[in-house]
């Protein structure tokens, strides 16, 4: 099983899956700390009117889900935790 860091705008629009991931925590400290590594400033954004999350996501395969990662309209990063 893999754990995969995940983020995004419109913290409204998180979704339960996308692809073959299943949401395992919607607020992981971690991921956000990833998120700001990558450069996604959530305090920026969150000024500027965004809504932006940053969340856990698990997965058995990971096949064809940094596909599906860039193919969800409201993800702006992820990475492999």
Do not use: C
Not at 39 to 62: H, K, L
């Amino acid at each position: 099983m893999s754990k995969w860091h995940v983020w995004g705008d419109y913290i409204h629009t998180i979704p339960q899956r996308i692809g073959a991931a299943q949401l395992t925590d919607r607020d992981d400290p971690a991921a956000r700390r990833a998120a700001d590594a990558k450069g996604f400033d959530i305090e920026r954004r969150t000024r500027n009117g965004f809504e932006p999350w940053a969340a856990t996501y698990s997965a058995e395969e990971d096949d064809g889900l940094e596909f599906a990662f860039a193919s969800f309209p409201t993800v702006r990063g992820w990475e492999r935790a």
